[in-house]
């Protein structure tokens, strides 16, 4: 439920990420491809505290994603409420995305328990930015982890979207791509047989980008930690 008394506004969350923001831990940003120049430096474990702290406030979360700090929209994913999230505005959001790590934030901390979050997934797998499109994929891949009373069946219409995916050799697309095709594969054991298939049959193409997710899904789907894994889940 949004808390709608004691409301901390976006103002206070924002000097209050400034001053807890280290140079350290912007420069590092760099180190992992994401853009240092519109954040303050405050680690994620840092941002998820005092999210919690501050408690579900979706209009909060509104406000801080339209500052437009990195840190700030890290803390809108943490204090947004996902019965609240609208389709027009998540579409807004993932225009707006510029970097891997706010793509996974989001679609990890809030989106994926959005009513909406099925129906974006598969619109977003073929959008053409390439943060947009990792989106859809992270979207499956969190949905896969996180969505308990979803069926085989519902997550059986993602592997030709991630077939189809697979063919972008953008970096942060194909990565999310065999993301979701792993995620799927630790689902259950009829998922993980589907996952072999798909990735067997990407890591056999002649499409270099289809390859790399074939053989990089592979490795993790026949792990034998895995294989135990979706054997006990079907017991």
Not at 171 to 177: C, D, L, P, Q, R
Not at 183 to 206: C, D, N, Q, V
Not at 208 to 224: C, F, M, N, T
Request: charged share 30%; with cysteine; net charge positive.
């Amino acid at each position: 439920m949004t808390r709608t008394t004691g409301r901390t506004d976006a103002a206070t969350a924002v000097a209050w990420l400034r001053a807890h923001g280290t140079e350290k831990a912007r420069a590092s940003l760099a180190r992992w491809g994401l853009p240092a120049d519109r954040a303050f430096g405050v680690t994620p474990q840092t941002i998820f505290t005092y999210g919690k702290a501050l408690g579900t406030d979706h209009g909060l979360a509104r406000d801080l994603w339209k500052s437009g700090w990195t840190d700030a929209r890290m803390l809108a994913s943490v204090v947004g409420d996902p019965a609240l999230v609208t389709p027009a505005e998540m579409d807004a959001w993932c225009r707006d995305f510029d970097s891997w790590g706010i793509v996974d934030t989001v679609c990890f901390k809030l989106w994926d328990q959005s009513p909406h979050a099925w129906k974006k997934a598969k619109q977003w797998a073929s959008r053409k930015p390439e943060f947009e499109k990792r989106a859809g994929f992270v979207l499956m891949a969190c949905l896969a982890a996180h969505d308990k009373d979803a069926k085989d069946a519902d997550f059986m219409a993602f592997f030709p979207l991630i077939e189809k995916g697979a063919t972008d050799d953008r970096n942060f697309v194909k990565k999310g791509v065999s993301w979701a095709l792993r995620h799927l594969g630790h689902r259950s054991a009829p998922l993980h047989a589907a996952a072999i298939r798909t990735a067997a049959k990407l890591a056999r193409s002649g499409d270099p980008a289809q390859r790399w997710v074939g053989k990089d899904a592979l490795r993790d789907l026949q792990r034998p930690a895995v294989i135990k894994k979706v054997n006990r889940q079907r017991d």
